[in-house]
């Protein structure tokens, strides 16, 4: 009984250190849920007015994108920039809206995800999001009139592209400061901040960001808790605005009215 006794602190000590190291190995795919399976035309989820396109990335990938035109010239141009599950196939209800508004939209899919090549990253997902910027460059829209959409990872990647270039907009939803923060809540016995990779800093770029920005975060949002919200749009310049929706969780703000806020904000904030 007393060699039980003594060991039993040794063996939990090995259980916990084993589980550490695996998490620390395996923590892309703790991170990144990408569903491989996508429609080849939009259509199929509902997004007639789209059209499947090809983004160059620097490092020598071609990734697939779904991609609408504005209706006029003077309409905003919105590069979405999806969380970490799914796909943009799963993107249309938060699309719709976009479309119907006559803004121009492109959705971006990352590396890994859908039909695309690669294995997703933090500096992978940057670069697929400056191909999109590329992208919309070369179909001659100009930067002021770009908003860039930025769904929980999205954000990060959102606000790294804001940080880099000068933009029309910023939409954040339900955005965080960081990975590193949101992953020790949600692992608070694991030192996180020693082992992750991809980390998202967005607490740190925000503040440099010249751009307008709308923050939309749902009260009840179960998956980024809303003081990561608030904390990034307290460190967040002028001007900019933020929206917290008292019902809404981490994957229905759609129902909650945030296509309608984003629309309206970007008609009042996009303009000659």
Same mark, same amino acid.
Not at 21 to 36: H, K, S, T
Not at 85 to 97: T, V
Not at 130 to 157: C, D, H, K, N, Q
Not at 238 to 267: C, F, M, S, W
């Given at each position: 009984?007393?060699?039980?006794?003594?060991?039993?602190?040794?063996?939990?000590?090995?259980?916990?250190?084993?589980?550490?190291?695996?998490?620390?190995?395996?923590? !892309?795919?703790?991170?990144?849920?990408?569903?491989?399976?996508?429609?080849?035309?939009?259509? !199929?989820?509902?997004?007639?007015?789209?059209?499947?396109?090809?983004?160059?990335? $620097?490092?020598?990938?071609?990734?697939?994108?779904?991609?609408?035109?504005?209706?006029?010239?003077?309409?905003?141009?919105?590069?979405?920039?999806?969380?970490?599950?799914?796909?943009?196939?799963?993107?249309?209800?938060k699309?719709?809206?976009?479309?119907?508004?006559?803004?121009?939209?492109?959705?971006?899919?990352?590396?890994?995800?859908?039909?695309?090549?690669?294995?997703?990253?933090?500096?992978?997902?940057y670069?697929?999001?400056?191909?999109?910027?590329?992208?919309? $460059?070369?179909?001659?829209?100009p930067?002021?009139?770009?908003?860039?959409?930025?769904?929980?990872?999205?954000?990060?990647?959102?606000?790294?592209?804001?940080?880099?270039?000068?933009?029309?907009?910023?939409?954040?939803?339900?955005?965080?400061?960081?990975?590193?923060?949101?992953?020790q809540?949600a692992?608070?016995?694991?030192?996180?901040?020693?082992?992750?990779?991809?980390?998202?800093?967005?607490?740190?770029?925000?503040?440099?960001?010249?751009?307008?920005?709308?923050v939309?975060?749902?009260?009840r949002?179960?998956?980024?808790?809303?003081?990561?919200?608030?904390?990034?749009?307290?460190?967040? !310049?002028?001007?900019?605005?933020?929206?917290?929706?008292?019902?809404?969780g981490?994957?229905?703000?759609?129902?909650?009215?945030?296509?309608?806020?984003?629309?309206?904000?970007? !008609?009042?904030?996009?303009?000659?």
């Amino acid at each position: 009984m007393e060699d039980l006794i003594l060991r039993t602190p040794l063996v939990l000590g090995a259980i916990y250190l084993l589980m550490v190291a695996g998490m620390a190995v395996f923590q !892309r795919d703790l991170m990144y849920f990408p569903d491989r399976g996508i429609p080849s035309d939009p259509a !199929r989820v509902g997004l007639p007015e789209m059209k499947p396109v090809r983004l160059a990335t $620097a490092d020598g990938l071609s990734l697939v994108a779904w991609w609408a035109p504005p209706r006029s010239a003077a309409d905003p141009v919105v590069a979405f920039f999806h969380g970490n599950g799914g796909s943009i196939a799963g993107r249309d209800l938060k699309a719709r809206p976009l479309l119907d508004a006559g803004f121009g939209l492109l959705l971006v899919e990352y590396r890994g995800y859908g039909p695309n090549p690669g294995t997703p990253s933090e500096e992978g997902l940057y670069a697929d999001g400056r191909a999109a910027l590329a992208f919309l $460059a070369e179909a001659g829209i100009p930067a002021r009139r770009i908003a860039l959409y930025g769904e929980s990872l999205g954000s990060g990647v959102a606000v790294k592209l804001a940080h880099e270039t000068r933009i029309g907009a910023v939409v954040l939803e339900a955005p965080f400061t960081s990975a590193v923060e949101i992953g020790q809540a949600a692992y608070p016995f694991v030192p996180v901040g020693l082992m992750m990779r991809d980390r998202y800093e967005s607490i740190g770029r925000i503040a440099e960001i010249a751009a307008p920005l709308l923050v939309v975060h749902g009260a009840r949002d179960e998956v980024v808790a809303v003081q990561f919200g608030r904390r990034l749009f307290d460190a967040a !310049r002028e001007p900019k605005r933020y929206v917290e929706l008292p019902q809404g969780g981490h994957n229905d703000l759609h129902a909650h009215g945030i296509g309608r806020i984003t629309v309206d904000y970007l !008609r009042a904030t996009i303009r000659d």
